[in-house]
C-alpha cells in the first residue's frame, strides 16, 4: 500500500514537470534573430517539431561548445563565414553528415570536404564603384585594383575582419603567397584613407566622393541601395575571365554530441530545400547555395557572374597565413 502511495505521488509530480518533445531541436546561432526566426517558425509550422534557439557572435558559440563538451544542449550551430565553419569542424565540435539530399542541393565547393557542415546562402565579395567617376571597363580584376591609376583612389574595409580574411585566404590558394602578397601591398598603397570598420561606411565614402572603388559584401550593398536607391554607386564582377567572383557562405553543420541527431539532420536538409533556400536568402539578399533556387529579384537584378568554385574551407586552411600576410603588407 506504502508503495502504491509513492508510485501515485511519483506520477502526479512527473505529470507536472515540463515535457521535452523527443524530436525537439536546439541551435546555437551565430545569424541575428530576425533573420532565422522566420525559417524556425516556417519548419515548426510545417512539420510540428519545436526550435529552441540562442544567437551570439561565432567566438563565444565556438567556445561555449567546446566548454559544454558531451553535455552540450545544442544539434546544431548556425554561422557566417567559412572560416568559422571550418574552424568549428576542426575543433571537433561538428559530426560528419552522410546526406543524399545535402550533397544534392549543396555544389560540393559549397560544404566541407568531410560533410561536417554546408553552406546555406552565399555571399560574393566584390568590387564596388562610383558610377559618377569610374567606367566599368576600367574594372578587371581584384588584382588590378594595384595598378597605379587607381592611387589615393581605393577603399578597403578593414583587415580585422573575417570576410577579408577569407578574401585573402582564397587568392592564396589560387595565386600562391608570394603573388597575394604583391596584390595586398598594392591596395595599401592605393588607399585613399584608411581602413573602414565596415562595408557600408566604405560605400558612403565612395558616394561622398572621398573614393572611387572597394570590396564589399553584396548584401551590405543591397541593403544600402534600398535605403538610398539613388546612391551613385553599382557592383562589378571582377576576374571573370579567369577564377570567377570570390564568394564565402553561412551555412551549419550537425553538433558532435547532438542529442535529437535524426531531427537536426532532418532540418539542415530542409534547410538546404526550395521554401527554406529563399527564406534563408531573401532575408539577408543573399544568393541561395542551392543553384536550382533563384535569387531574389533585387539580388538578380544585380547580374549574373561566374564565381570561383574553389572550396570555401580554404578560407579557413589558409586564414592565419593570410592574417600574417595582411600584417606584412601593412594592411591595418
Not at 580585422?160 to 585566404?169: E, G, R, T
Not at 543573399?286 to 568554385?309: C, L, M, R
Request: aromatic residues 8%.
Amino acid at each position: 500500500m506504502r508503495f502504491l502511495k509513492q508510485a501515485m505521488v511519483l506520477l502526479i509530480v512527473m505529470s507536472t514537470l515540463p515535457v521535452m518533445a523527443a524530436d525537439e531541436i536546439v541551435v546555437y546561432s551565430a545569424r541575428n534573430e530576425q533573420l532565422i526566426k522566420p525559417l524556425f517558425d516556417a519548419y515548426t509550422a510545417e512539420t510540428g517539431t519545436p526550435i529552441k534557439f540562442i544567437t551570439d557572435k561565432e567566438g563565444p558559440l565556438l567556445e561555449k561548445l567546446k566548454a559544454e563538451g558531451a553535455n552540450t544542449p545544442a544539434d546544431l550551430l548556425i554561422t557566417v563565414d567559412a572560416g568559422n565553419l571550418w574552424l568549428a569542424a576542426k575543433e571537433g565540435v561538428l559530426a560528419q553528415v552522410n546526406s543524399k539530399a545535402l550533397k544534392t542541393n549543396i555544389p560540393a565547393h559549397l560544404r566541407d570536404p568531410d560533410n561536417r557542415w554546408f553552406g546555406l546562402s552565399v555571399r560574393a565579395r566584390t568590387i564596388v564603384y562610383s558610377t559618377a567617376r569610374v567606367k566599368p571597363s576600367q574594372l578587371s580584376t581584384y588584382e588590378a585594383l594595384g595598378d597605379t591609376k587607381w592611387k589615393g583612389r581605393l577603399c578597403l574595409r578593414t583587415s580585422k575582419k573575417v570576410y577579408n580574411q577569407s578574401l585573402v585566404a582564397m587568392m592564396i590558394a589560387r595565386l600562391g603567397e608570394a603573388k597575394t602578397e604583391k596584390v595586398v601591398t598594392s591596395w595599401v598603397a592605393n588607399l585613399a584613407t584608411d581602413p573602414f570598420p565596415d562595408d557600408t561606411k566604405l560605400m558612403e565614402a565612395i558616394a561622398a566622393g572621398q573614393c572611387d572603388v572597394g570590396i564589399v559584401n553584396t548584401y551590405y550593398y543591397g541593403r544600402l541601395k534600398q535605403k538610398q536607391p539613388e546612391a551613385p554607386i553599382a557592383l562589378f564582377w571582377p576576374n571573370q575571365k579567369d577564377r570567377g567572383v570570390h564568394v564565402n557562405v553561412s551555412g551549419a553543420g550537425v553538433t558532435a554530441h547532438a542529442k535529437h541527431r535524426e531531427a537536426a539532420v532532418k532540418f539542415l536538409e530542409w534547410l538546404s530545400s526550395k521554401k527554406a533556400q529563399n527564406l534563408f536568402a531573401d532575408e539577408n539578399l543573399e544568393y541561395p547555395a542551392n543553384p536550382k533556387i533563384k535569387p531574389h529579384a533585387s539580388v538578380a537584378a544585380w547580374g549574373k557572374f561566374k564565381q570561383d568554385t574553389i572550396n570555401v574551407s580554404k578560407a579557413g586552411s589558409l586564414q592565419a597565413q593570410a592574417v600574417m600576410l595582411m600584417d606584412r603588407a601593412g594592411y591595418k
